[in-house]
């Protein structure tokens, strides 16, 4: 293990002291509150909302068996994705390693940051070359960028090779699990304890069904979590995503757990049908709630669904998926619809 914290941190980072608010210098039960400039008229939400999210942390560290200390919430894993450049990569200087192909927010975020991207081409089952992968880092690579299940293949990187990934390298090794919950295989956070350059990101934003309240979590060891909390926004998650996320937690976990199952099931029979269709050259093997299909003509069969109402994903320009589309999961009806105008369109 190569891995020293503070030899990878941006020097600004380590130098600098975090903007410390009002309900920062002032944490306990008051009657009344004049420190924060707000409107006093109470209307629900006058009141800047809780910094360090602290009841949120409470429950999902509970869930996720880590300390509270070792999560950080963010408006999306896209803000922890971001906070990651920032933290540890130097302008015009440093660089960082992803998968190809793979989520396209690292490649975005590591453009805006002006982070060179080293990149490390999946082999044909989609999975990791470790030896290209050390290959391509040198003293300048702050980060390796690793999804699983990945996006837009579906699979899961293997255990093995994300472990080895990280025994040897000197920086940060990423795993974004934002499709976890649909998985058979456990998650990374059981291994955050031994292994102090793991970032394992999670979201609201699939399983949770809670896209539209912005919020995503990032779990690693304290001191690197301390780093996200010395970046990031002090109020970065408003008021209203953690009073949704709190009644989420607190009571609907059994019906975001039946909703899983169903999506599962509801894969695994999309799946079937698709397979038996002729023009379907291959359905990739999926532990996420989207399926990645091979299919002849895929960008026509793309815009022939679209004049259909209904959008998918065309992937078929991307590096090792051909001809590919990407499929959510919908309900079983949305589903029953797909198969039956992929059918039409293709026996035309
Ligand atoms: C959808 C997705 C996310 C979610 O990002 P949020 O900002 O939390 O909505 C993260 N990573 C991957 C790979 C995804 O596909």
């Not at 290959?135 to 690579?141: K, R």
């Amino acid at each position: 293990m190569n891995f020293i914290l503070n030899n990878i941190v941006c020097t600004n980072i380590l130098e600098m002291s975090p903007y410390s608010c009002a309900r920062d210098e002032f944490e306990g039960e008051a009657s009344i509150y004049l420190d924060a400039n707000e409107n006093p008229f109470d209307n629900g939400l006058n009141r800047y909302p809780d910094p360090h999210q602290k009841d949120l942390k409470e429950i999902i560290s509970q869930k996720k068996a880590i300390g509270s200390d070792q999560l950080f919430l963010g408006n999306g894993s896209d803000e922890a994705i971001d906070l990651l450049f920032r933290i540890f990569c130097n302008s015009g200087k440093d660089n960082y390693i992803s998968i190809t192909p793979t989520y396209g927010m690292y490649e975005v975020c590591g453009r805006i940051n002006n982070i060179e991207r080293r990149e490390a081409l999946l082999d044909d089952a989609f999975q990791l070359d470790v030896e290209k992968i050390i290959a391509l880092w040198d003293q300048q690579t702050k980060l390796i960028f690793l999804c699983s299940p990945n996006n837009p293949t579906g699979n899961m990187l293997s255990k093995e090779a994300i472990l080895s990934l990280c025994e040897s390298f000197h920086g940060i090794v990423v795993v974004d699990e934002a499709y976890i919950d649909f998985s058979s295989e456990p998650s990374f956070t059981n291994y955050l304890d031994q292994t102090p350059n793991l970032v394992v990101l999670q979201t609201f934003s699939k399983a949770w069904g809670l896209a539209g309240i912005r919020l995503g979590m990032a779990m690693a060891q304290k001191e690197v979590i301390d780093l996200f909390n010395k970046v990031k926004y002090p109020y970065n998650v408003n008021q209203l995503t953690q009073q949704k996320a709190l009644d989420y937690l607190v009571n609907k976990q059994e019906k975001v757990d039946q909703e899983i199952k169903n999506i599962i099931a509801e894969r695994e029979l999309l799946k079937r049908e698709l397979n038996e269709l002729s023009t379907v050259e291959k359905v990739y093997p999926s532990e996420a709630n989207f399926l990645l299909i091979k299919i002849s003509n895929a960008t026509g069969i793309y815009q022939a669904l679209l004049q259909k109402g209904i959008v998918t994903r065309n992937r078929s320009k991307v590096v090792l998926c051909d001809e590919c589309l990407r499929i959510t999961i919908g309900t079983p009806d949305e589903n029953r619809v797909l198969v039956e105008q992929i059918k039409a369109i293709t026996e035309k």
